[in-house]
């Protein structure tokens, strides 16, 4: 490995880092600096730009156009610095002892300036299988900033072979990761003075029938649903995040709103199960409370979702990964990615692979090691190399 290589990764890392791309801001500069940089290759991105015209992914294709390639796949934006203690300045990149230390230099601007290093490698290769570079936003907040641009790539006439998404696996190839549900839920009972309270519907109460019954059903799943070795916790997760209610001691509260989520090992699960909870409050708790006054009820709405990645152990692209990563085993996340979008919007297999460790993301004083970002490169290299004699999937 040459040392140039680690240069330009830090370089390229200390650049992104710059950017505070904290997911409520906009990323058009840092995408800018990437089409900056690329140019210098003569290469062109295409944007795709969100309804706000704040934010866009870029969309790269190296090599052939005309061909199907492999994907690597990575998020711009950031989980907030406000309120965490951090010895350096988060958006000024520190090296110390092999660490690499900045918000975002494990989840996941370390992965995006892998792959941006070895651009010239793959400008110089005679790729005759393309590689794609898929720059998302919005990561942070539920995969959001992917979705427009899948859509895009499922228009498209040539369907990628694979994906590589580069969250902080420790370079293990991961097959499958949880998906997640969120639903928040607004109970609209009556006001009334506290002393005459059987007068008034007590929203809070009535919430907590609701949590009472997600509590219920966790416990549920942890001992009669469906468990897969593979994760840390083995079963399905439900549980109440969020409760807001009541005004006043002395007042019968009107409105209370409970957060729910599911994460679910079966592609369709968390839905699923949050799914038969909204049936059940509206079969069990909404009669009652409109019996008491018909102006009562509970509202649900999807706050958030996206699907589990669950890949079979023999697909091809698993059995290149352990090849292009020089790894045998494999293993599953609890942390959601884009991955299973990959496959639930666009039909594209996908896998997760890269970079430094989760239990450094989103925390104060995140940092990867290079020796880490430096794997990473060996793995791009090699898919370079695949892609230069041939490139077939399998
Ligand atoms: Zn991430």
């Known amino acids: 490995m040459s040392d140039d290589r680690a240069e330009r990764i830090r370089k390229l890392l200390a650049e992104l880092i710059a950017f505070d791309t904290v997911s409520d801001r906009s990323n058009l500069p840092l995408i800018a600096a990437i089409e900056r940089y690329l140019a ?26 005309d061909r199907p390639g492999f994907v690597l796949s990575g998020h711009t934006d950031v989980v907030p610095v406000a309120s965490q203690n951090w010895s350096t300045n988060p ?25 941006l290093a070895m651009v010239p490698e793959m400008r110089a290769a005679n790729l005759t299988t393309p590689i794609h570079l898929a720059i998302s936003y919005d990561e ?9 641009m899948l859509a895009e790539i499922s228009r498209g006439l040539i369907k990628p072979l694979g994906c590589f998404v580069g969250e902080p696996t420790q370079m293990q190839v991961t097959i499958g ?25 007590n929203a809070v109460e009535y919430a907590a029938d609701l949590i009472a019954e997600i509590r219920r059903r966790a416990q549920q799943l942890a001992t009669e649903g469906a468990h897969d070795v593979h994760y840390d916790v083995a079963h399905t997760t439900l549980l109440t995040s969020i409760v807001h209610g009541g005004t006043a001691l002395n007042i019968v509260p009107e409105r209370c ?6 994460r679910g090992l079966g592609v369709t699960e968390s839905k699923e199960v949050t799914d038969a909870i909204v049936a059940w409050a509206k079969a069990e708790i909404e009669p009652v409370m ?20 669950d890949v079979p152990s023999d697909h091809a692209l698993v059995t290149l990964a352990k090849k292009l990563a020089g790894r045998n085993s494999h293993a599953k ?40 970002l430096l794997a990473c490169a060996d793995f791009v290299e090699r898919l370079i190399g695949h892609c230069a004699a041939g490139g077939e999937l399998g």
């Open 40 to 65: 210098s290759f003569g290469i062109a991105g295409r944007r795709i730009v969100d309804d706000t015209g704040e934010k866009a992914a870029l969309w790269v294709t190296i090599g052939p156009q």
């Open 91 to 115: 958006f000024a990149l520190v090296e110390r002892d092999g660490k690499l230390y900045g918000r975002g230099t494990t989840d996941m601007k370390g992965f995006v300036a892998v792959c």
């Open 257 to 262: 709103i409970v957060e729910f989520e599911c």
């Open 177 to 201: 990761h949880k998906g997640k549900h969120g639903v928040r839920a607004t109970f609209h009972g009556l006001a009334a003075h506290s002393s005459i309270a059987p007068s008034g519907v």
């Open 140 to 148: 942070e907040i539920g995969c959001v900033g992917v979705r427009p």
């Open 290 to 309: 409109k019996a008491a006054d018909p102006s009562c009820g509970v509202d649900f709405e999807e706050i958030l979702d996206y699907p589990a990645l």
């Open 333 to 372: 996340v609890s942390f959601g990615t884009e991955a299973g979008l990959f496959v639930s919007m666009a039909d594209i297999p996908a896998i997760v692979l890269g970079p430094g460790s989760i239990t450094q993301a989103h925390k104060p004083d995140e940092y990867v090691e290079m020796s880490e």
